[in-house]
């Protein structure tokens, strides 16, 4: 998937009479592209589409006219684009009650591990979540998480043609799973068409 450059952004004054469509546009977009799995954990898979409307959001928020601020916003939004052969999350640690978030995160402690979370696709072996460092440590784990998914061909063909794939949470305080909807389905698979 193509890398984001200062071309695609749209100034603050240029932005601000699209803003209500492009937000609803990526409301209804992202609602394809967001997965719960269990009681807190949502995993959204980001495209350019949902990049770029995080960093016209923040230029609007942070008031950002300077172009290298803008740039800057850019290249730091820029990881959360896929490379080819690759799925891109954000994952979310949702929690309503204020008193239950630290036990909550704590109770996730080494989810972001490299083997608590994975794709299972029928006819290959899991596809482990690559996710972002600098998110947690042995005592901490933020409620947000960048995370990648690696398919070789073998498991992008398995997308295409298999049943749904299932995303799964396999943790000792979480374990749960959800299957991926065909709309989602579509939606990963235009990732890797783009």
């Not at 071309?7 to 603050?12: A, F, G, N, Q, Y």
């Not at 997965?35 to 230029?59: A, D, H, K, P, Y």
């Not at 396999?170 to 709309?183: K, M």
């Amino acid at each position: 998937m193509e890398k984001i450059r200062l071309e695609d952004i749209k100034t603050v004054p240029e932005y601000e009479p699209i803003r209500d469509r492009s937000r609803r546009e990526v409301i209804a977009l992202k609602k394809a592209r967001r997965v719960s799995v269990g009681e807190c954990v949502t995993l959204v898979f980001e495209n350019r589409r949902t990049v770029i409307q995080q960093i016209q959001e923040m230029m609007r928020a942070e008031h950002l006219y300077d172009e290298a601020l803008i740039r800057h916003e850019i290249e730091t939004y820029n990881r959360l684009i896929p490379d080819q052969g690759q799925l891109s999350a954000t994952l979310f640690i949702e929690i309503d009650d204020a008193q239950q978030v630290k036990p909550t995160l704590d109770r996730l402690l080494g989810i972001d591990n490299g083997r608590s979370l994975f794709l299972r696709l029928e006819g290959v072996p899991p596809i482990f979540a690559e996710f972002e460092a600098g998110h947690s440590n042995e005592e901490k784990i933020s409620a947000v998480h960048y995370l990648r998914f690696t398919l070789d061909e073998r498991a992008r063909r398995a997308l295409r043609e298999g049943p749904c794939p299932t995303l799964v949470i396999d943790h000792p305080g979480y374990r749960a799973e959800t299957h991926l909807t065909e709309e989602t389905r579509r939606e990963l698979l235009r990732d890797f068409d783009a």
